[in-house]
């Protein structure tokens, strides 16, 4: 169709008012979103940039205080987070263990990953940590949400929903 100006667009307009519609064909098919990595530094930063607006100096500051300890009621300091400055996506054994039972008992099996999920470094990573990860799988954030400040908190429950959703099964959606 060819609406050069208003008056062509208007007469188009009119004609199709009155009619009738119906959808002929509708096709749907089914996509698997694959869970990302936990977050390296970089990714954080940007995340929490699009996320939370946390501009990037403000996260790093913020990941310290979470790496360093914070007062968690008669527990003392406890370091939340794992080392804040990494470009690696390598989890610990351990953590990639407690993450996946955790997933099991809170979530169900069906929203496991059938294996163990391991991402690959980018070229040039330094592997001398692993990812920005929770030291524990099992301090959820609604936990301690009353020991932390506001952005300690969406900070700590982006870095620990990344860490849980990484070892989940693909996010499953139909497109129309």
């Given amino acids: 169709v060819s609406l050069p100006n208003q008056q062509h667009a208007q007469a188009a307009l009119a004609a199709l008012q009155g009619a009738s519609y119906q959808v002929s064909d509708l096709k749907e098919r089914e996509i698997h979103n694959q869970p990302l990595p936990p977050f390296t530094t970089s990714q954080l930063q940007q995340q929490a940039s699009i996320q939370l607006r946390f501009s990037t100096s403000k996260t790093m500051i913020i990941a310290q205080q979470l790496y360093e300890g914070v007062e968690v009621g008669e527990e003392g300091p406890v370091g939340l987070i794992t080392y804040m400055r990494t470009d690696s996506v390598r989890i610990a054994d351990e953590a990639l263990a407690q993450c996946r039972r955790l997933i099991e008992g809170e979530f169900g099996k ?57 070892q989940m099964s693909p996010a499953l959606y139909q497109e129309r």
């Fill in 110 to 166: 069906e929203y496991l990953s059938p294996q163990p999920r391991h991402y690959k470094a980018r070229r040039g990573a330094q592997e001398a940590h692993e990812a920005i990860r929770p030291t524990s799988a099992h301090i959820f954030p609604e936990e301690v949400k009353e020991y932390l400040t506001p952005e300690q908190f969406k900070l700590y429950n982006l870095i620990w929903r990344r860490f849980g959703a990484s």
